[in-house]
């Protein structure tokens, strides 16, 4: 399967923990989107890279949230000290520069914080 | 701020009806994009228009994109079971960059 992956598909953890996500583009693709996404809502943006750097964060994204994408492969999105309104389904996708914005997601991350 | 306002929220049809959900918004999109979400899965993309104007077709699934890029819709005809999810608009303001999405289209339909 050459689709975006993410791991963990859950993560569980109690509050005041550190958690982390990794997400798996398409290998072609540049571009690297995080959103989160609660019930009943649609996803909102949280941070892009294209390659290595990061270009767009959102206000969403606290000081607790930091993401890196260090080769411009993989990306990994880091929440610390965790509160229970983290509580929510994690998206990566993925993009290529020079298509029409399109973006394909992975299956997510959903994290419950106890 | 941009957003999306997707009607309506939820929907309940029986199987071989019509239905069509729609997007809308004061602010222009460089594209949209259509996704359909099932529960603890990511959303899967159905279609991009790019063309104020627009109309791609997927099976029985209709896109539009509206003449000033400002809103668009889905239609469905002769629905199915199978058709049942969560249906997600999302526009793009600038190349490359984010997508805001509208709130979702609650889709069942009952056999």
Not at chain 1, 53 to 65: C, N
Request: with cysteine; hydrophobic share 30%; proline share 4%.
């Amino acid at each position: 399967d050459t689709g975006v992956s993410q791991n963990p598909r859950h993560k569980i953890t109690k509050r005041g923990q550190n958690v982390t996500f990794r997400c798996d583009p398409i290998s072609e693709h540049n571009r690297l989107y995080w959103y989160r996404q609660t019930l009943g809502q649609g996803p909102e943006f949280l941070t892009y890279f294209q390659n290595e750097a990061q270009l767009e964060k959102s206000r969403l994204l606290s000081d607790r949230f930091s993401a890196e994408r260090p080769k411009g492969s993989f990306s990994t999105l880091e929440i610390q000290r965790t509160e229970q309104g983290d509580s929510a389904m994690y998206l990566c996708a993925s993009g290529a520069s020079g298509n029409t914005d399109t973006q394909y997601f992975g299956p997510g991350t959903r994290l419950t914080v106890l | 701020t941009q957003l999306l306002e997707q009607s309506p929220q939820f929907l309940s049809i029986q199987e071989g009806e019509n239905l069509t959900v729609y997007c809308n918004s004061s602010s222009v999109f460089s594209s949209l994009q259509w996704y359909r979400q099932e529960p603890g899965e990511g959303p899967v993309l159905l279609v991009t228009v790019v063309t104020g104007g627009e109309v791609k077709k997927l099976k029985r699934l209709t896109f539009q994109f509206g003449d000033a890029r400002k809103d668009s819709s889905l239609h469905i005809t002769a629905a199915q079971p199978g058709d049942t999810g969560l249906y997600l608009c999302a526009g793009a303001s600038n190349q490359g960059g984010k997508l805001i999405f509208g709130q979702g289209t609650e889709l069942s339909v009952k056999p």
